[in-house]
């Protein structure tokens, strides 16, 4: 594999809040080799001057669903397998171009798109996956409409987020059986949720025994659980519980983000679904019902920012978004300024995430040993995150594991 010497720019590094000039950078064999502040040495290596433009490490989100090409998740199950694994890649390779070089998919992704990315058939970002999302009956892995009886839901199909168990039994199994497959993680439906038919925001999902249930499996394991949760009382009892992992929570209040924190928890908001559904929802058949879901929890979020920053809560960057509105990842920058500085905001898409993929000094950073996952941007992102924002198009080099997937620098 080629080596590289990147010279002659600035350097970003997460922990920091603004960028550091004189850094050269050595690249071998996929691997991040040295970062100096004096010049390295390398003469087998290519070099490459950045001419002043800024080197920072790739992205990371932590929570997407690269299999849901289909806005209408209940249609994503429908699909053949072959044609919803084949639409992945596109989802993996246009996040790729993005800037993301490790996505977490919290539901649907299987060990086959994990092998498919390391092998080099799909040009895709590193992939750590849940498997499948566990859900109960009528929760939120439930999309059935209430007439609909039968007793599965295409749980076996590449295109489906979720799986439906009921009872300690069944979520144990449903736990191991994911784990087995090659899950990173387990995630569950702990809450109503926007995209259902049947279960509304402040429903709860599972009762206490089987949350606990699937948190011994998961630790068992040497993992953790991620949940879906909205209201403050299931982010509460999740955390009680042992979930580690909280997604969206839009409705936290004060106390229960001070309990996260202590618990050593991390919230991933993901504010950019609720305003992609907002601004092209309906067109792809979002219901009525899902629309005035969308309403209460869009307008909570960027107080749940707040809230969980004073109350020293960890969060991750995660943009949630299904099927055609998967365009807009990278507003979730532009949403997360409004509230929060950008260094943070960098954090929250680089180590903040990284650690939550059980990655951290792995992705998320140019260090010494780290994977060469790297961006070469056309500005400051401390100053400006526009830079990371429309499709890439200030992102001029992209690299995942040594390997350029784009190169605009001659």
């Known amino acids: ?220 394991a040497g993992t953790y659980v991620a949940a879906h949760l909205y209201t403050d009382e299931a982010i509460r009892r999740a955390v009680e519980l042992g979930v580690h992992s909280l997604e969206h929570c839009n409705l936290i209040q004060t106390e229960t983000a001070e309990l996260a924190a202590r618990a050593g928890a991390v919230a991933v908001p993901t504010l950019v679904a609720y305003e992609g559904l907002a601004l092209e929802g309906s067109a792809f058949g979002l219901s009525a019902e899902s629309q005035a879901k969308i309403d209460t929890v869009r307008r909570a979020g960027l107080e749940s920012l707040d809230i969980m920053r004073r109350a020293g809560l960890p969060m991750a960057f995660g943009s949630d978004l299904l099927g055609q509105l998967q365009k807009y990842q990278s507003m979730e920058f532009a949403i997360r300024e409004r509230v929060l500085p950008r260094n943070e905001i960098i954090a929250s898409a680089t180590t903040v995430a990284a650690d939550l993929c059980m990655l951290g000094g792995q992705v998320g950073e140019l260090s010494p040993g780290a994977h060469a996952d790297l961006l070469v941007v056309d500005g400051d992102p401390y100053a400006d995150l526009g830079v990371l924002q429309n499709d890439g198009a200030r992102i001029l080099a992209i690299m995942k594991d040594g390997r350029f997937h784009k190169n605009q620098l001659a």
Not at 119 to 135: F, H, Q, W, Y
Not at 156 to 170: K, N, P
């Open 1 to 220: 594999m080629t080596s590289y010497l990147f010279t002659g720019g600035r350097f970003l590094d997460p922990r920091h809040d603004r960028l550091r000039g004189g850094v050269d950078v050595l690249v071998e064999d996929g691997r991040v080799k040295e970062v100096s502040e004096t010049p390295i040495r390398a003469s087998a290596a290519q070099t490459i001057d950045l001419g002043g433009r800024t080197l920072m490490p790739g992205l990371v989100d932590a929570h997407v669903h690269v299999i849901a090409s289909l806005v209408d998740v209940a249609a994503n199950a429908a699909l053949p397998s072959s044609l919803a694994a084949l639409r992945a890649a596109r989802i993996m390779n246009a996040m790729l171009m993005r800037g993301f070089t490790t996505v977490r998919d919290v539901g649907g992704a299987d060990y086959g798109l994990v092998r498919a990315v390391d092998e080099g058939l799909i040009d895709g970002p590193r992939l750590v996956i849940s498997g499948k999302a566990l859900g109960q009956t009528g929760g939120h892995s439930d999309f059935r409409i209430r007439s609909d009886d039968r007793p599965s839901v295409f749980a076996d199909r590449v295109g489906a987020l979720g799986r439906l168990c009921d009872g300690v039994t069944e979520v144990r199994r449903a736990a191991r059986e994911e784990i087995k497959a090659g899950a990173h993680f387990i995630k569950i439906m702990a809450n109503g949720g926007v995209a259902s038919p049947n279960d509304p925001i402040h429903a709860l999902g599972f009762s206490r025994e089987e949350i606990s249930a699937v948190v011994e499996e998961a630790r068992n």
